[in-house]
């Protein structure tokens, strides 16, 4: 059982756009940055979105992220078969003093 | 180019020990905190530990505390995971990630990974 909760899957047509949600409590998301992660099958997570919204260099802005009360949201538009992939959210925790993940959403591009 | 390689996975038995390292290379090791995050077979990421860039501070996870030890080397430029008491429930493939900075608990660099298998 993770502590943020996550959609175990989500599923769009490619150009269409999906969200994926992360709920969390105010001991994580509600008072820490989040992040997003894509994992790739048979790969390493590669980091997709840091404090809340931001995109590291050379991820396109087709991925956004945002953040309201305990709760976060990843969005991806315009889909493309490349990203069907696991995606995961993650943040401090103060309570339990380490990372916390999400259970991961699979997202498969119909 | 930041680069970060895991080695020393491998199967063991219930009970046994086994040390990873994380090689790094690209950035300066001494300036970052590090963490080890791992993934059960068809499972998702769990967050094992954490150590500040001297090595002086460490946290674990509840379910590795008194059982696996985080330590570094900075002018070897690697990582360590010591892992003794280990179940069957430890594994998974165990991923070295470098934190963005002190403090900011994203991580933006992740090796290859390394498989443990617990298993007699």
């Known amino acids: 059982q993770s502590v943020l909760t996550q959609p175990p899957s989500v599923s769009a047509a490619p150009g269409q756009k999906v969200t994926i949600s992360c709920s969390g409590s105010s001991s994580n998301i509600g008072n820490n940055y989040v992040s997003w992660y894509q994992q790739l099958p048979g790969t390493a997570p590669k980091l997709l979105i840091y404090d809340n919204n931001k995109r590291p260099s050379g991820i396109p802005d087709r991925f956004s992220g945002s953040k309201s009360g305990t709760s976060a949201t990843l969005g991806i538009t315009g889909l493309q078969t490349g990203d069907e992939a696991d995606y995961y959210c993650?943040?401090?925790?103060?309570?339990?003093?380490?990372?916390?993940f999400g259970g991961g959403t699979k997202l498969t591009v119909l | 180019e930041v680069q970060l390689v895991e080695s020393g996975g491998g199967l063991v038995q219930p009970g046994g020990s086994l040390r990873l390292s994380c090689a790094a290379s690209g950035f300066t090791l001494s300036s970052y905190w590090m963490h080890w995050v791992r993934q059960a077979p068809g499972k998702g990421l769990v967050w094992v530990s954490r150590?500040?860039?001297?090595?002086?501070?460490?946290s674990y996870a509840d379910s590795v505390k008194g059982r696996f030890t985080i330590s570094r080397d900075n002018a070897k430029n690697t990582l360590y995971l010591q892992m003794n008491s280990l179940r069957a429930e430890d594994t998974a493939v165990y991923y070295c990630?470098?934190?963005?900075?002190?403090?900011?608990?994203?991580?933006?660099?992740w090796g290859q990974g390394a498989l443990v298998t617990v298993s007699s």
């Open positions: 990630a470098r934190e963005c900075g002190g403090d900011c608990f994203y991580f933006d660099y």
């Open positions: 150590i500040n860039s001297d090595g002086s501070s460490t």
């Open positions: 993650g943040t401090w925790d103060s309570s339990l003093s380490g990372v916390v």
